[in-house]
């Protein structure tokens, strides 16, 4: 059974790079690894999926080294409204959420 | 509408109430899901329905009831709840339910939740 673990929380500044990596060292071979961002009393909105190497699109880059027992979310530049919980997902038959990391960015 | 709705948004009930938490999806999904986030807490999920059909109860107590009509409508029974089941009760949405390597096809849509306080 899959587990997760990732950093319980983070800082940053504006305009900063921020990288965010979750653990999965029991990750299933049919899995995927999927990251979602949650705002206080708001449901969860997805951001990027990956299987494997590297995934970028409009909002952050997903690196999945080649043995995926770990995932690096990438978002680049962050602004004040990127301050959110991040949650790393590993997504198969079965759905196991990580504790979230708490990313705070400040001006 | 679209995406994932929920009503209400935010209720109070006594230990002896019955109510109900409703959820809508709008985007043609087959699979809808219930989670539970408690402060501080990561999401727990608790129901998983696929084409109506239960497929998923991580040993949630029966005070908890769900309810799967159709594949767009999903429903949350409440009765005799505990003051520790207050949190933010998440519905969600995807376009397939728990399958192996499905990919994008289980990206999962969530509604905005209801905030539920028991008293």
């Known amino acids: 059974l899959a587990k997760t673990t990732q950093p319980i929380s983070m800082d940053s500044y504006e305009g900063q790079e921020v990288n965010i990596t979750c653990s999965h060292n029991?990750?299933?071979?049919?899995?995927?690894i999927t990251w979602y961002q949650q705002f206080p009393s708001q449901g969860p909105r997805f951001i990027i999926q990956?299987?494997?190497t590297k995934v970028t699109n409009e909002v952050a880059s997903l690196f999945i080294p080649a043995d995926r027992k770990s995932s690096t979310l990438s978002l680049p530049r962050v602004s004040l409204s990127d301050t959110a919980v991040y949650y790393c997902?590993?997504?198969?038959?079965?759905?196991?959420f990580g504790q979230g990391t708490e990313l705070s960015v400040k001006p | 509408e679209t995406g994932v709705t929920q009503t209400p948004r935010h209720l109070v009930m006594g230990m002896t109430n019955k109510k109900s938490l409703k959820c809508e999806q709008h985007?043609?999904?087959?699979?809808m899901y219930w989670y539970k986030q408690s402060a501080k807490k990561p999401l727990e999920l608790m129901f998983v329905?696929?084409?109506?059909?239960?497929?998923e109860n991580n040993s949630v107590p029966s005070r908890f009831s769900p309810e799967c009509p159709n594949s767009s409508h999903l429903f949350l029974h409440l009765h005799t709840l505990q003051p520790e089941d207050s949190a933010l009760y998440l519905c969600?949405?995807?376009?397939?339910?728990?399958?192996?390597?499905?990919?994008?096809?289980?990206?999962?849509?969530f509604g905005p939740g209801t905030r539920l306080t028991v008293l």
């Open positions: 997902l590993v997504q198969g038959g079965k759905l196991i």
């Open positions: 029991n990750i299933a071979t049919n899995d995927y």
């Open positions: 985007l043609g999904h087959n699979a």
């Open positions: 329905y696929n084409f109506k059909e239960q497929t």
């Open positions: 969600a949405s995807s376009q397939a339910g728990l399958v192996a390597g499905a990919g994008k096809y289980n990206e999962q849509f």
């Open positions: 990956g299987y494997k």
